[in-house]
């Protein structure tokens, strides 16, 4: 069994309240959650209006099917226009 875990730091600069950001990260998480059958939870930044930390978790039999699925989950984020990846990392368990 292989627990693989994403780290992403993410920079939203469209966003004018706590609210706008909520809502875009509501949907890029269901969004996530529904394709991938992962877990997400916003980790930090949580009071910035800008800045957000989101984690991504996925347990499968494989460690390669671990990465390859939370490697689609990053490539699915930063294909989305309202935010930027500034940095992310990956780590299987």
Same mark, same amino acid.
């Given at each position: 069994?292989?627990?693989?875990?994403?780290?992403?730091?993410?920079?939203?600069?469209?966003?004018?309240?706590?609210? *706008?950001?909520?809502?875009?990260?509501?949907?890029?998480?269901? %969004?996530?959650? /529904?394709?991938?059958?992962?877990? &997400?939870?916003? !980790?930090?930044?949580?009071?910035?209006?800008?800045?957000? *930390?989101?984690?991504?978790?996925?347990?499968?039999?494989?460690? %390669?099917?671990? /990465?390859?699925?939370?490697?689609? &989950?990053?490539? !699915?984020?930063?294909?989305?226009?309202?935010?930027?990846?500034?940095?992310?990392?990956?780590?299987?368990?």
């Amino acid at each position: 069994m292989t627990i693989g875990f994403c780290h992403l730091d993410l920079y939203l600069p469209e966003c004018a309240s706590l609210k *706008q950001k909520r809502s875009v990260l509501k949907s890029i998480t269901t %969004r996530a959650r /529904n394709k991938f059958n992962v877990s &997400v939870s916003e !980790l930090g930044d949580n009071d910035r209006w800008q800045r957000a *930390q989101l984690g991504v978790a996925t347990v499968a039999n494989d460690s %390669r099917y671990a /990465n390859q699925i939370l490697s689609k &989950v990053v490539d !699915l984020i930063e294909r989305e226009d309202r935010l930027i990846v500034v940095d992310y990392s990956l780590e299987l368990l």
